[in-house]
C-alpha cells in the first residue's frame, strides 16, 4: 500500500513539474519572439532573463525526471534542483529589478554590496551545476582552473604571471558587467540563436524531417549506394533544422542506417557515414550552430558573409563523403536499388514542397544583410502562415500541438546551449581580465618556432582534444580568444583562422576516442563504436585537410575573385578526388598500397601552396602524377592478369572484401 501511494505521489509530481516545464518553455519562446518584434530589453536584464529561463526548464525537466524516484536520493535531489532554482531565480531578478542602479554604478570602482556578492557567487554555482548536468565534468574542470588561475596568477612564472585578483573583482567582473556571463557567446544565444533554433524546432513539428528525408530518397535512392548517399543528401538537407551533429545522427539516422544495412553495407559503415555526414551539419549554411553566430558577433561581420564563408567549404565537405560513398558501394559491386515505392521528385515536392519557401527566405534575408534576429522571426512567421494555410486538414487541434511541440522544444534545445556559451563568457573573462589571451599568442609563436604550419597542427590538435565530449560552442568561444590572435602576427585573414579553428571543434565528433557523433550512430545501427569512428575517421580523411586551405588561399571562403576562387576550388576537386582513391583503395580495381601511397601523394602535393614556384609546381605535380599512373596500370594489368587466370571474383568483386 505504501509502495503504490509512493508511486502514486512520484508519478503527480512528475506531471506538474513536466508541466511547469512545459509552461516556463513556452513562456520564453513568447519572450523571444516579443523581442525580435520589438526589440531587446538592456542587455544586463534581457541577457539574464534568457538564462534564467533556460535554466529553469533545464532544472524543471530533470526534476520531473527524478520524482518517481523514491528514498532519501529522490528528496535530497529534488531539494538541490529546488535550490539551484531558487538561486538562478534572485541572482538574475535582482539584475532586472535594480537594473538602474546598476547601469549607474561606476565599474571595478563602486564597492559591492553583500547582496551582489553573494547573488554572484550563487549564480556562478549554478552555472557549474547546469553546465556538469547538461555538458559534463570536464567543462567544470577547466572553468575552475580559470577561476582558480584569477587567484594564484601572482604566484606563477612568465608567461602566465599576472598582478592578481580579489574574489570581489572576478565577481564583479562575472556578474555585474557585459565583460563575463553576459558577453558575447550568451548575448548571440538570446539575440539570434533561440530564434534559429525555435524555426527549426517548428520545422521539424510540421514534419520537414520526412519532408527532406523523402526528398532525399528521391534524389539518390536508384542511384549507386543509394541509401548511403541518401544519408548524405538527407543529413546536408537536415542540418538546416538543426546545429547538432548527434540530434542529426539519432533523426536521420534511424532511417538511413537500417537502410544502409539492407543496401549490402556493414553496420559500422553505416554508422560511420551518418555521423561524418551528419557532422557536416554544424558547417552547412543556414543555420550552422551557435558558434558560428558567436563567430559573426567576435569578428564583428554581418551573418551573411559567414554564410557565403562557409558555402563551398562545406558544399566540398559533402561532395567529398559522396564520393567515399560511391567508392566503397562500386567496390562491394553494389547494384542500384530496384524498389517500386521509392518516392519521385515532384510529388514530394508538390506534397510539402512549400516548407522550403521560408527556408529560402531566410537565406534571403541574411544575405541581403539583414539582421539574424529579424531574419529570424519573419522566416518563423512565413512558416507559420503557411503551416495554417497548407496543413489545414490537421484541424485546429492539430495545428496547435504543432506550435505547441515547437514552442516547448526549442527552449530544451536551447538549455545546454546557453549553459556552454555562460561557462564560456566565464573564460572569456578570465582571459581579458588577466591579460592570458595577448600572452598566448607570444607562447604559440615561440613553441611554433615561427613555422606557420607547426602553429596550424598544435591548434588543430587543441581544438580536436578539446572537442571530444564538449559542444562546439565552448571549444570555439575558448580557442577563438586564446589561441586565434597568435595568428593575426603570422598574417592570417581573421576570418580564415576562425573558420579554421570552428571546423576542427566540429570534426572532433568524429575523431576517437570520444566520437560522439560516431558513437550515437553506432548506438542507432547496432555496430561496435570503435570500428564505426574507425569508418567515420577514414571517410572523413580528406575533410581534414580542407581547414589548411582557408589559411593558405582564403580564397576558398569566397574572399577573392571568381577566377581565383575557380582556380582554389579546381585543385581541391581534384586533390579530395585523389585522397577518397587512396583511403577507399578502388578506382575500377583493387588498388595496391603503393597505388594508393601515390594517389595520396600527389593529392597532398596538389593542396595549393604559396611556397613553392609555378614551374617547380607543375614539374613536381607531373612527377607524382606519373608516378600514380605507373602504379595504377599496374594494377590494371594484374587484374586484368589474375581474371585471364580465372582468378578474379564472379563480378569484379576485390576478393580480399
Known sequence: MTTVSAAGEGSGLRTVLRHA???????????????GIFGEAPALAYRPIHLALAFAVLLLTAASMRAPETGAKRWIGLAWDTAMLIAVLAST????????????????????????????????????DVVRRSIGWPMVVITLVFLVYTQVGDSLPYPFWHRGYSIDRVIE??????????????AVTASYIFLFVLFGSLLVASGAGEFFTDLARALTGRIVGGPAKTAVVSSAFFSMLSGSSTANVVTTGSFTIPAMKRGGFSGSFAGGVEAVASTGGQIMPPIMGAAAFIMMETLGVPYGDIMIAAILPAIFYFATVFVMVDLEARRLNLRPAEDEEMPKVWPVLRSRGYLLVPVIFMVWALVSGYTPARAGVWAIGMLAAMIVIFDRRKGVRGLARIFADALINAPKLIAPITAACAVGGIIVGVVSMTGLGYRMATIIIETSHGILPLALALTMVVAVIMGMGMPTSAVYVVL????????????????????????YAVISNITPPLAVASFAAAAVGNADPWRTSMHAV???????AIPYVFIYHPEFLAQGTIG????VCLLMAIAIFAISVASIGWLKVPLSR??????LLFALLLLPSEHVGLIYQIAILAGSFALFWLCYTLDLRRKAG??????????GRDPAS
Open 93 to 128: 531578478l535582482f539584475l532586472v529589478f535594480d537594473q538602474t542602479r546598476i547601469s549607474e554604478r561606476m565599474e571595478y570602482m563602486t564597492r559591492l554590496l553583500t547582496a551582489e556578492r553573494v547573488l554572484g557567487a550563487l549564480l556562478l554555482l549554478v552555472v557549474l
Open 538 to 544: 577514414r571517410l572523413g580523411l580528406p575533410v581534414f
Open 594 to 599: 603503393a597505388t594508393r601511397a601515390a594517389a
Open 642 to 651: 589474375a581474371a585471364t587466370a580465372g582468378t578474379a571474383s564472379p563480378h
Open 21 to 35: 516545464a512545459h509552461a516556463v518553455a513556452i513562456g520564453m519562446s513568447l519572450f523571444h519572439i516579443h523581442a
Open 564 to 567: 581565383e576562387i575557380a582556380y
Open 173 to 186: 567582473q562575472m556578474y555585474l558587467t557585459v565583460d563575463g556571463i553576459w558577453t558575447v557567446p550568451l
Open 480 to 503: 577563438a580568444v586564446i589561441l586565434a590572435p597568435a595568428f593575426v602576427d603570422f598574417g592570417v585573414v581573421p576570418i580564415a583562422v576562425h573558420m579554421f579553428i570552428f571546423y
